[in-house]
T-cell receptor
Framework: DTGVSQNPRHKITKRGQNVTFRCDPI?????LYWYRQTLGQGPEFLTY????????KSRLLSDRFSAERPKGSFSTLEIQRTEQGDSAMYLC???????????FGSGTQLSVL | GQQVMQIPQYQHVQEGEDFTTYCNSS?????IQWYKQRPGGHPVFLIQ?????EVKKQKRLTFQFGEAKKNSSLHITATQTTDVGTYFC????????????FGSGTQLTVLP
């Protein structure tokens, strides 16, 4: 069990640029989640995959956000035309059973200047 | 929409004192989970409670799930500096089997 791996750990970008983050879940976990966390708040759900299928997206998720999990293993989260309000920690998590005992990665801290 | 609220937001205790954080949901939960996030770290799963009135213990930590399955508490006996961090409760979002709704957390500081 190598845990959930995310990279990069930090990303600084200018407003308007596109960014992409990667998540490698625990290998036997077929459920993968993306969350966003801002300072002083709990994680906020973004999207959920079961294997390669994206089964749920937050209604708060802008069209500028897209996520993929092409082969049911790693996942990517892309943010297009970044805005300052996108600055946050982006957390990936995986689990064996739905919404139970989530294992989180160390996150990608995004700063949009 | 569903809200999960935690109090207090911050708590400073002297090492050795007890600590309790409370979690309240606006809707009935099928289960409640607790996570701990150390400063600069990521959330780490602590425990899941499923049954009404359930009480579980992990060493100095005691977790309770309310009878109505809308509230929960975490109690730490004789805090240690290793208990420092933010404690989050989380429950499945109403109408979704795939989303966890997290509370805003209680940040615990333990003074040596």
């Amino acid at each position: 069990d190598t845990g959930v791996s995310q990279n990069p750990r930090h990303k600084i970008t200018k407003r308007g640029q596109n960014v992409t983050f990667r998540c490698d879940p625990i290998s036997e976990h077929n459920r993968l989640y993306w969350y966003r966390q801002t300072l002083g708040q709990g994680p906020e759900f973004l999207t959920y995959f079961q294997n390669e299928a994206q089964l749920e997206k937050s209604r708060l998720l802008s069209d500028r956000f897209s996520a993929e999990r092409p082969k049911g293993s790693f996942s990517t989260l892309e943010i297009q035309r970044t805005e300052q309000g996108d600055s946050a920690m982006y957390l990936c998590a995986s689990s064996l059973t739905p919404v139970e005992k989530l294992f989180f990665g160390s996150g990608t801290q995004l700063s949009v200047l | 929409g569903q809200q999960v609220m935690q109090i207090p937001q911050y708590q400073h205790v002297q090492e050795g004192e007890d600590f309790t954080t409370y979690c309240n949901s606006s809707t009935t939960l099928s289960n409640i989970q607790w996570y701990k996030q150390r400063p600069g770290g990521h959330p780490v799963f602590l425990i899941q409670l499923v049954k009404s009135g359930e009480v579980k213990k992990q060493k100095r930590l005691t977790f309770q799930f309310g009878e109505a399955k809308k509230n929960s508490s975490l109690h730490i006996t004789a805090t240690q500096t290793t208990d420092v961090g933010t404690y989050f409760c989380a429950g499945p979002r109403s109408g979704s089997a795939r989303q966890l709704t997290f509370g805003s957390g209680t940040q615990l500081t333990v003074l040596p």
